[in-house]
C-alpha cells in the first residue's frame, strides 16, 4: 500500500485563510488610510474654499466701498466679480440643503467658488450627509447668517451703480451707503471669522475623528487577525498533539522508517513497550533486524524483544513524505490473541472430534451444520448424511411424541434444554439418549446456532432402575421397604376405595428372634431372616406385597379382599411356615412369629393408621401367646397409647427424681452371712403407682435412656454403699446390672470410675453384672473392655448363663471373677435331672476356673440344700429376702438396732 503527502502544501493550506485574513486586514487599513486621505482633501477643499469665500467677501467690501466713494466702474467690476464667487458658493450649498440637486451643477458652482475639484465630491457628500456633525452645523448656520447681509450689499451696488449713471447721486448719499457697508461688513467680519474658525476646527476634529477610527479599525483588524492565527496555529498544535497522542497511544507498533537506508528515523511508545527498549535506543536501528520471522514490510512474523522473548505479529506498510524524504509507515500488530484463538479453535475442533459424547451444530432451522466422530459411531449416521438435515428428525420423547415446539420456544427465550429423548439409529433401531440442547446467539441475541450434546444411557437406565429397585426393596431380604410398603398400600386402599372392597395388613413379628442374633452370630440372623421373607412370599398372591420394614418385623398387603376376615387363612398359613424348622446348614433353627391383622376400611383409611394398628394386634399376640394372631381392636391402640405415654413419661423421670433402689441381698450358702447386695431400679410413676422394670427398661433401651439410667443406678449404688460404710455396718459388695447399650458405650468405663473416686469405694467392693448378650454385642472390643475393667481393680459376673450361647471363653475373659447360675435352672432343683446335671456342670465350671458362684431365684430349703452340697457359694432369692429399700437393709445387718431379733428370712411361696 502506497501514498504520498506533501507537508509543505499541508501546511501552506493550513496558513493560507491567514494569508488571506492578513491581506484582508491590509487591504482594510489600506482602505481606512485612502478614506482618510479622501476627508484631508475635502477639508482641504473645505478650508480653501472658505479662505476664498472670506477674502471675496472682504474684497467685495472694499471694492463696493471704494465704488460708493469714488465711483469708478473698476470698483464695481470688482464688486460683482467677488459677489458672484459668494453667490455660487450660496447656490451650490443651498442646492445641496435642498435635497434635489443635479451634481454637475453643484460641482460647477462650488468650481466657480474656486473650490479645488479633488475637494467638491468629498464637500457635496459632507453637505449631503453630515451636514449635522460638530463644527460643521455650526459653520453653515454662521454662513447663512450673512445671507441677508450679502444680498443687502449687492442692493447697495444696484442702487449706486443707478445713482452714478443717472448723475444724480449725492455726496451725502454716498456717503450714507458707506456708513452702512461699513455696518453690514461689521456685521459680517465676526461671522465670517467664526464661519472659517468652525470650518478650521472641524477639518482639526475630523482629522482627530478619522485618526482614531483608522487606528481601531486597524487595532480591531490587527486583534481579530491575531485571534485568527492563533486559532489556526493552535489547529496545527492541536492536530501536531493529536497525531502524537495517536502515535503514542496506538494500540499497534509503528515505527517510521527511511525508504532508502531502512533504519528506523521514530517509534511510538508501544513499539517500545514491546520490544524493552527505549525510544531513543530505536533510532537508528534497522527494523528488519528485529524481527526474527517474516518481512518488517508486509504479513505475519515473529518480533523479538529486548530479553529474546518473541511475539506474534502482522505487519502492514505505507509510503509517505517527509520534506524530501521518502519514509515508510510500518504498523505492527500484536495477533498473540488471533494465534491463540486459532490454537483453541484448533484444540476445540479436535476436542470436538475427540469427546466421548456425541456433538450435534445446526443452524438457526435446526439443520446439522456438523457432527463429531462419536455421534457418527452413537447413531450409525455419517456427518455428511446427517448435513443440512433437521437433527430432531431422528428423535422423539419417550412416549414417541415429535419434540414439542415449546421447547423450542424455551430455548429461544434463553434456557437450556437438558432431557430423555428415543433416538433412532442408521439400522432403525432406537435407543433412549440423554439430550442437552443449547444455543449460540448472534449480536441481536438471536438464535444462531443450536449445539446438542446427546449420549446413551441405555445402561444408566438399567443402573437406575436397579438403584430404584434398591431404594424401594430391602437389600437383604428382597422385600420392599417401610416407604414403598406405605405407597402401595396407599394405592390399594384408593382402588379399594373405589371397587367397595377392602384390604388388609399383616404385621408379622418374630419370636425370640434377638436370642439368634445373640447366641449365634449375626451372620445366621441375616440367613434366617431371607428364609423368612422366602416363606412369606410363597404365602402370597401375584398381587399382594411383603415387606421389611425393621429388623425381624415383616409386613404383608394383601389387597382385593371382600372383608379383612379374608385374611385369616393367609395369616394361619404363615404361621404355620414360619413354624417349621429352618436349615442354616450347620444349624437347624426353631422359630415363631407373632401377627397383627389391620383392615380397611374397619380399621383405618390410610397405609400408615393400617400399619400402626396391625403393629398394635401383634404386640398384643407377642405377649399374650406368641406363635399367634390377633385382629386389631380399638383397645389393643389404647394400649399401644399407653406405651408411647409411657415412654414420653419415662424421659423425664430421672429428672423428676421418680426412680429410686432396692437392695436384692445376697448370702453365703455355708454360713448365711449376707455378704453382698444386688441394686435393683423401681419406679414410682406419681399416677400409675410402681411400674416393673420388666415394663419400662425395654422401653428405656429403644429410646436410647438405657445408658443414663444405668449410670444412675451406678452413682446411686456407690454413694449408698457409702453411707453404709459410714455407718459402719459389715464390708458388703454391691452388684450393678450393666445393659448391652451401656456396656458397648464408649464414655461406660470412665463412667465407672468417675463413681468410683465420688465415692470413694473401693473398686474390688463393686460387682458389674453382665448378660452374654452383652458381651456378644460388645463384638472385638470385648477383651479390651474387660481387661480395663480388671485394671481398675472391678470383678464382673456374668448372669444368666445358660440361657445365651453359652460360650466358654466368656469364662477366660480378664476381670470375670463370677458365674450366676439363672433361675431357670434353679427352679427345677433337686427333682429334675437335666437342671441337676447343668446345675453341677455350671459349678464344677467355675471351680475349676476359679470362678465364684452365685445361684439366683432359690425360694426352697431343697434349692438350697442341694446348691450348698454341689458347692455353690453363695444364692439368691425369696428363701432369704425379698428386694429392700436401703433402711431395711441396715436393720438386717446392724441386728443390736432391733432389739435381740436375729435375720429372719422370708418364707419362700409355695406352689
Known sequence: MRSEASQQQLLSRRLRPLAYALVAVVGLILTLTWAAMQTQVTLAGFLNGESLWSKAQKQAVIDLDEYAAHGRPEDLAGFRRNYAVLLADRQARDAIASGHFSHAAVESDFARGGVIPEAIPGMVFIFQYFSGMPYVREAVAEWRSVDDSLVELNDIAERLERGYASGMLDPGAAASERVRIAALNNYIEPRAKAFSLDIANGASWLGRVLFFLVLCVAAVASLLWLRLAQHILAGIRGTEERYSLLFDSAADAIFMVDQETGRILDANDRAAAWLGRARAELTGVELSSLFAEGSPEVGEGLLRGADGSTRPVETQSSLVTWGERQVSQAIVRDISDRVAMEQERKIAAEALASIAEGVIIADAERRVTTANAAHAKLTGFPAQALRRTRFDATRTLPDGRPLPQSLWDDIAAGDNWLGEV?????????????????????????????????????????????LQHLATHDPLTGLVTRSEFERRCAEAITRAAHERGAVAVLFVDLDAFKVVNDSYSHAIGDALLMRVAERIRAQLAPHDVAGRIGGDEFTVLLADLR??????????????????????????????????????????????????????????????????????????????????????????????????LVYQPSVEMKSGRIVAVEALIRWRHPERGLIAPDEFIPIAENLGLIRQIDQWVLEKASRQLAAWDEARLPALRMAVNVSAGSFGHPDFLQGIGQALRDSGVSPDRLLVELTESAILRLGEDTHRAM????????????????????????????????????????????????????????????????????????????????????????????????????????????PKTTRGKRLSLVPPRRA
Do not use: W
Open 422 to 466: 428415543e433416538s433412532r439409529r442408521a439400522d432403525g433401531s432406537t435407543y433412549p439418549e440423554l439430550m442437552s440442547i443449547s444455543t449460540i446467539r448472534d449480536r441481536e441475541g438471536r438464535p444462531q446456532h443450536y449445539v446438542a450434546v446427546v449420549s446413551d444411557i441405555t445402561a444408566r437406565k438399567a443402573d437406575r432402575q436397579r
Open 563 to 660: 372383608s379383612r376376615e379374608e385374611a385369616l387363612t393367609v395369616a394361619e398359613a404363615m404361621l404355620a411356615s414360619l413354624a417349621r424348622p429352618f436349615d442354616l446348614g450347620d444349624y437347624e433353627l426353631f422359630v415363631s412369629a407373632s401377627i397383627g391383622i389391620a383392615g380397611y376400611p374397619l380399621d383405618g383409611n390410610d397405609a400408615v393408621t393400617l400399619i400402626a394398628n396391625a403393629d398394635a394386634a401383634m404386640y398384643v399376640a407377642k405377649t399374650e401367646e406368641r406363635n399367634a394372631l390377633r385382629f386389631y381392636t380399638p383397645k389393643m391402640h389404647a394400649d399401644a397409647r399407653r406405651r408411647l405415654k409411657l415412654a414420653s413419661e419415662l424421659r423425664q423421670a430421672l429428672a423428676r427424681n421418680e426412680f429410686h
Open 787 to 894: 481387661q480395663t475393667l480388671h485394671n481398675l481393680g472391678v470383678a464382673v459376673a456374668i448372669d444368666d448363663f445358660g440361657t445365651g450361647y453359652s460360650s466358654l471363653a466368656y469364662l477366660k475373659l480378664p476381670a470375670v471373677a463370677y458365674l450366676k447360675i439363672d433361675r431357670s435352672f434353679v427352679t427345677g432343683l433337686p427333682t429334675n435331672p437335666n437342671d441337676v446335671a447343668i446345675t453341677e456342670a455350671m459349678v464344677a465350671i467355675a471351680r475349676s476356673l476359679e470362678l465364684h458362684t452365685i445361684a439366683e431365684g432359690i425360694e426352697t430349703e431343697g434349692q438350697h440344700d442341694f446348691l450348698l452340697r454341689a458347692g455353690c457359694q453363695e444364692g439368691q432369692g425369696f428363701l432369704y429376702s425379698r428386694p429392700l429399700p436401703p433402711d431395711e437393709i441396715e436393720r438386717l445387718l446392724a
